[in-house]
């Protein structure tokens, strides 16, 4: 074999291999547009329980669209989580796992080895997660990640966690929209409250 298809080959087998796992590990940052994560989490009229800043566009750093006081009711409108890091859990048993809308069971039937990456949390112990291309919902979530090696009852290892923020798009009485990542500062988020 001469040395220049040497090469050529192995370019091609490096593009190849990148082009069969890309769809393995979800972009970054991943966008979760209308997403609101947590339990019975709804957009509609929201209360300030404290002054919160509403920015321009979704940065921190972003000119300031208007200030709301405690007390003050706002629509909110819609929201996104950005995911700036994915979480990695390992499936350690065979396991049927993974909603998607609509679904009355699991989708995907995963063996041990396997890798799933959860994106954010959803509400009531489920996570969204990104398993070779699509997203699907099933009960991964864990307050931190699990111990190594794992407890032999484990079926999934969580391995780390995903960083993620939500933000969420604010309407207030004026008409004037704006941004906020601080939507622990709003009551009457809770549907089932």
């Known amino acids: 074999m001469n040395l220049s298809f040497a090469i050529v080959f192995v370019a091609w087998a490096v593009t190849a291999s ?44 972003a000119e300031v669209a208007f200030q709301l006081k405690q007390g003050e009711w706002v629509s909110g409108v819609t ?10 859990s390992k499936i350690l048993k065979p396991l049927e796992l993974g909603y998607r809308p609509k679904d009355l069971k699991p989708q995907l039937s995963l063996t041990p080895g396997e890798l799933v990456y959860t994106l954010h949390y959803l509400g009531e112990g489920f996570d969204l997660f990104w398993y070779k291309g699509k997203t699907y919902s099933d009960q991964i979530s864990s307050r931190e990640p699990d111990p190594d090696p794992p407890p032999p009852e484990l079926n999934i290892q ?24 601080e939507s622990n500062k709003f009551n009457n988020q809770d549907a089932c409250s």
């Open 18 to 61: 990148a082009a069969v796992n890309s769809s393995d590990q979800p972009p970054l940052p991943y966008l979760d547009w209308g997403a609101c994560p947590f339990e019975c989490c709804t957009y509609r009229k929201w209360q300030a329980n404290t002054s919160v800043t509403i920015y321009k566009s979704r940065n921190q750093n």
């Open 79 to 88: 929201g996104v989580v950005v995911t700036n890091q994915f979480g990695v």
């Open 158 to 181: 969580v391995i780390s966690l995903p960083k993620y923020v939500w933000w969420a798009k604010i309407r207030n009485k004026a008409g004037l929209i704006g941004w906020t990542d």
